[in-house]
């Protein structure tokens, strides 16, 4: 059973910066796309950011120019560099991954337990 493990959640004053970093547990065979969402308390889950095997990526218009998504393929890491962080950031952070875990298995998308981030004033 594939698990994403996410750490790098915490605790920053606004203005701050966080690094979130995600990987799956065991063996895997292939990754097309990873990503971040996130969930504040009251709200639905949403897009943060997401990139592709071919590092092609894409950002929630609220974080672009200050939130940087990377992957390092041969560690199958997918990362979230956070900076000047707002309060309106707080939310639990979702790492997610569409992966096929061996050779002929079907790409599935997982879903990790989650990270709390907190911004405060």
């Known amino acids: 059973q594939v698990q994403l493990v996410e750490s790098g959640g915490g605790w920053v004053q606004a203005g701050g910066s966080l690094r979130l970093s995600c990987a799956p547990s065991?063996?895997?065979?292939?990754?097309?796309?990873m990503g971040w969402y996130r969930q504040a308390p009251g709200k639905q889950r949403e897009l943060v950011a997401t990139?592709?095997?071919?590092?092609?990526?894409n950002y929630a218009e609220s974080v672009k120019g200050r939130f940087t998504i990377s992957r390092d393929n041969d560690k199958n890491t997918v990362f979230l560099e956070m900076n000047t962080l707002k309060p309106e950031a707080t939310a639990v952070y979702y790492c997610t991954a569409n992966l096929k875990y061996k050779f002929g298995a079907a790409y599935q998308s997982y879903w990790g337990q989650g990270t709390q981030v907190t911004v405060s004033s």
């Open positions: 990139i592709t095997s071919g590092s092609r990526t």
């Open positions: 065991g063996r895997i065979f292939s990754i097309n796309v």
